[in-house]
DNA sequence: GTTTGAATTAAACGTTTGTTTAATTTTGCG
DNA sequence: CGCAAAATTAAACAAACGTTTAATTCAAAC
């Protein structure tokens, strides 16, 4: 693993910020340079150039990312409802406290047809639905979920529902002109009605019974 | 409600093509001008400018898409199922028929605070969660659905769960080399399993006993 | 204190960008 | 046809971009 001097963290936190808020494409060198305080040549004397400091970023939260999810697999859970439940958990909690990077990510995604972050972004996509099969299955072995269930369609709900749903937040708040501590709070607000009604959701879709 | 040329369609056509595969962005107006075999002059001739062109796509397709979203309003379903699995399919239909328009849309209103496009998107969020909204109550009011859902979250899972779907379905087809007729194939089928375990999904959360 | 390599800087580079200009061609109408 | 308005063109514009250069400062080792 890479090691980054404090200044390119620096830089490194500077550019996830701008980039989240306005994108990458809008987001200049200077842009970056000026915000983390910093001479413009730094950004290619450090990372080489733009877009292998977009590759940095990724890479620097990918492997923290991926690492959480993996880790789930190990723990021993006492039923497959739990199992989903805090798969839902972590997802939300990932999600939530990495904003900025899912947000960039999300968009950055939308446009790529190949390279690294292409070929990295699909290897957490498949990941997601391997984790989400694995507790499935699980579910389904003990008899206590039902066969049917798609696997492609839960691990899309998963992640599409809490983008969709900070998304929404994000439209709103600006909307209500919400600042700071009152946006956050409502932020906070809306991610637990989320983590609520997805795990409901989530346990009636897969113990459902069509015939009442 | 303003009228266009052939040639403005041309642009247009080629424009909403170039946005939703490259990005805004990375999409320059001489891109666009050589695509639709026009000289570079003609956007800011017909539009004035480039974002002006962009704001001109987001209001044919908004017209478009809120006029057939408001139209199920009116209609008379049978039941509450009915109605939930109507708008599930409506929305469906709608993004995944307008998917260039969507994808464009998803990505430009991540970076968006103000203005005219903010403004329209916000207008539609609000909209979406309306017919949601209604949908439930009636179902509700008719005592087949439980009292404690979330509109909020129901609509979050609603469109976030499509674009994710076809997020991924855009990656798994580039990854397996897809193109053209299996491409399509491919996402139709993936589509479809959305559509049946959506609506499975939102009847089983609707009427899910928590007490088996 | 001198030296050596890294860090930092201001300036310049060439390219691309969106837009405008000014000239030319095309079109529609009396 | 003749003419006015619209359409179309090539060229030019200034601004912004990512990147590089070459000079200077800094820090640590000897």
């Known amino acids: 693993m890479t090691e980054y001097s404090e200044k390119q963290l620096q830089i490194m936190d500077t550019a996830l910020k701008l980039f ?8 200049s060198i200077r ?3 000026h915000a983390a305080d910093v001479n413009v ?3 290619s004397y450090y990372f080489g150039s733009k877009e292998k400091l977009l590759e940095a970023l990724f890479k620097n ?4 990312i991926t690492t959480t ?5 190990y723990e021993k859970e006492s039923s497959a409802f739990e199992k989903v439940e805090r798969i839902i958990d972590v997802f939300i909690d990932t999600l939530f406290s990495r904003q900025k990077f899912n947000q960039l990510m999300m968009r950055e995604s939308s446009v790529l047809n190949e390279g690294p972050l292409f070929d990295m972004i699909l290897e957490m996509k498949t990941k997601n639905r391997k984790l989400v099969e694995r507790a499935v299955k ?9 066969k049917d269930v798609s696997v492609v369609f839960l691990s899309s709900v998963m992640i599409g529902s809490v983008n969709q749903m ?3 937040c994000r439209y709103e708040a600006r909307s209500a002109k919400l600042e700071g501590e009152s946006k956050e709070a ?3 607000e809306r991610i637990e009605i989320l983590r609520i009604h997805l795990k409901r959701m989530f346990i009636a879709y897969l113990t459902f019974d069509s015939n009442k």
Chains 1, 2 share one sequence.
Not at 61 to 64: A, G, V
Not at 69 to 73: K, Q, W
């Open 186 to 188: 409502f932020k906070k």
């Open 138 to 146: 699980s579910g389904q072995r003990l008899g206590v979920f039902r």
């Open 20 to 27: 989240s808020e306005k994108g990458y494409d809008k987001t």
């Open 41 to 43: 040549a730094m950004v």
């Open 61 to 64: 939260h990918f492997s923290f």
């Open 31 to 33: 842009d970056i340079a």
């Open 166 to 168: 900070l998304a929404n």
């Open 69 to 73: 999810l993996e880790n789930i697999l």
